[in-house]
T-cell receptor, first 117, second 112 residues
Framework: DAGVIQSPRHEVTEMGQEVTLRCKPI?????LFWYRQTMMRGLELLIY????????DSGMPEDRFSAKMPNASFSTLKIQPSEPRDSAVYFC???????????????FGQGTRLTVV | GNSVTQMEGPVTLSEEAFLTINCTYT??????LFWYVQYPGEGLQLLLK?????DKGSNKGFEATYRKETTSFHLEKGSVQVSDSAVYFC???????????FGQGTTLQVKP
């Protein structure tokens, strides 16, 4: 398997524009996580899905952010409208299960570096 | 709620020195614990894991023991190399909710 695939790797956009980040999880994984990484706040969990259903979106910073998972092989994170403070690296990760003491490690994509100017 | 706390960085060591990066957690139930490593410009990679109390995870000379009594999962390595320079993240996976959360990360710099 090619691992978790994110696109684009880099995105530069102007303030106010819509940005869509994409993620293809590892085939067979049923949990998917979106994280944001910045120097100031480290690695923040934004939202995670289990079996395509959003389980916890309490980390989504505000209504400008939305995430979808229309099927088991694809997820998007959208920012509309984007602002300079959204500049960060966004990671997608997937795993086999929902814990319960199992070996459900998460595998990360390479990330999307977003710059909003 | 669940949380993970790591020691502040950066940690700067000379090659072959002993490494400890402290990690403590707060959680309900019985979480699984992980250490991830992030090299410059890359995503996070799993370094080691432990799924129950007293388990010891190990990989590439690194090890960490799941200590329920002290709610800790400290990362250790007996002799670090320059190539170990990276950011290390301690993480917790809640067995109840499936939520995977990370500590703030600790930067390790190893000098020749």
């Amino acid at each position: 398997d090619a691992g978790v695939i994110q696109s684009p790797r880099h995105e530069v956009t102007e303030m106010g524009q819509e940005v869509t980040l994409r993620c293809k999880p590892i085939s067979g994984h049923n949990s998917l996580f979106w994280y944001r990484q910045t120097m100031m706040r480290g690695l923040e969990l934004l939202i995670y899905f289990n079996n395509n259903v959003p389980i916890d979106d309490s980390g989504m910073p505000e209504d400008r952010f939305s995430a979808k998972m229309p099927n088991a092989s694809f997820s998007t994170l959208k920012i509309q409208p984007s602002e300079p403070r959204d500049s960060a690296v966004y990671f997608c990760a997937s795993s086999l299960g929902t814990g319960g003491g199992g070996n459900t490690e998460a595998f990360f994509g390479q990330g999307t570096r977003l710059t909003v100017v | 709620g669940n949380s993970v706390t790591q020691m502040e960085g950066p940690v700067t060591l000379s090659e072959e020195a002993f490494l400890t990066i402290n990690c403590t957690y707060t959680a309900t139930g019985y979480p699984s614990l992980f250490w991830y490593v992030q090299y410059p410009g890359e995503g996070l990679q799993l370094l080691l894991k432990a799924t129950k109390a007293d388990d010891k995870g190990s990989n590439k000379g690194f090890e960490a023991t799941y200590r329920k009594e002290t709610t800790s999962f400290h990362l250790e390595k007996g002799s670090v190399q320059v190539s170990d320079s990276a950011v290390y993240f301690c993480a917790l996976l809640s067995g109840n909710t499936g939520k995977l959360i990370f500590g703030q990360g600790t930067t390790l710099q190893v000098k020749p």
